[in-house]
C-alpha cells in the first residue's frame, strides 16, 4: 500500500525558508518520477514541481522558478522541496505524488501546511 508522509511546513515570514520531505513507502520509488503539489484554501490542487525517476530533469510552475528546488534521494526513497524567499501567496498545504500511478482522491497523504505571513 502506498504511503506518503509530508513534513517540514511551518509558519514562516515572508522571505524566509523553509524545506519540506516527503517520505515515499509501498512502491518501488526509483520507478516513478515524484512531484510537489500544493492546495491553497478555497483553490484547486496544483502542480508546483516535478523530478525524474534519477533526478536529471526537473519543472517548476512559473511563479515557484528559481525559488523552490525540488529534489530526491533514492537510496532514501525521500523527495524534498526547499522553499526560498518565500511568498504569502505561497500559503497551502502541500502534498508529494508519484507521477503515472494509478491515482484516486483517497491516496494523498496528509500533506504539510506552509504558511507564510508576517
Known amino acids: 500500500q502506498v504511503q506518503l508522509v509530508e513534513s517540514g511546513g511551518g509558519l514562516v515570514q515572508p522571505g524566509g525558508s523553509l524545506r519540506l520531505s516527503c517520505a515515499a513507502s509501498?512502491?518501488?520509488?526509483?520507478?516513478?518520477?515524484m512531484s510537489w503539489y500544493r492546495q491553497a484554501p478555497g483553490k484547486e490542487r496544483e502542480l508546483v514541481a516535478m523530478i525524474s525517476t534519477a533526478g536529471g530533469n526537473t519543472n517548476y510552475r512559473d511563479s515557484v522558478k528559481g525559488r523552490f528546488t525540488i529534489s530526491r534521494d533514492n537510496a532514501k526513497n525521500s523527495v524534498s522541496l526547499q522553499m526560498n524567499s518565500l511568498k504569502p501567496e505561497d500559503t497551502a498545504v502541500y502534498y508529494c505524488?508519484?507521477?503515472?500511478?494509478?491515482?484516486?482522491?483517497?491516496?494523498w497523504g496528509q500533506g504539510t501546511q506552509v504558511t507564510v505571513s508576517s
Open positions: 509501498g512502491f518501488t520509488f526509483r520507478r516513478y518520477s
Open positions: 505524488k508519484p507521477e503515472g500511478m494509478n491515482w484516486g482522491p483517497d491516496d
